[in-house]
């Protein structure tokens, strides 16, 4: 199984959300994910799941970590509660890492993805938001320490777009073709 995770985090201090918040809106960048994760298998927290249009995205099926055995999903037959993380370890598609920060660290510690897709957002945070910020500096340091970016810098609308993959690893090709694609073509 390849595990890719794909954030977009804040330049200058990681972070990735302001309480259950997004604090940005750039539309490319959510088309850009839709690209890279449509038809696909995804896993993301209790929280991220919830902050999801009408708790759903079309076309994937989407593994949910919580710890409330009891959780409700809003499509039984495309998304599923996943109560023990070690139940995705083996798992056998290309399983896309969407959060939030507790997923990330856990996956980044334990369970290293083979590929991280870095979009990083260059402009400002919306200072309306309250909340505490959400950063995912951790995972910054680990990428930085333990993968290798293997493609250019990809601009769009203020969002600089990497790939990286682990080191001394082999990761399927067609994965990594499949993400430069919909990375590059908007």
Known sequence: MTKIAIWCRHKD???IGIGPNIP???????????RITENACITCGQTTYESFPNRTLPNRKIYVLTFDEN??????KNHFVVNNAKALKE??????ICGGASIYKMFMQKMAPDIIVDSCFMGDISSELKGS??????????????YKQISPDYEEDNVITTIWVKKGEFVPQEVLKHISISIINH
């Open 133 to 146: 910020p959400v950063d995912i500096g951790e995972c910054i340091e680990l990428m930085k320490k333990n």
């Open 13 to 15: 201090d990681n972070i």
């Open 24 to 34: 940005w809106h750039i539309s490319s960048d959510f088309k850009r994910f839709r």
């Open 91 to 96: 798992f056998e598609e290309p399983l896309y």
């Open 71 to 76: 959780y409700e999903v809003s499509d039984k």
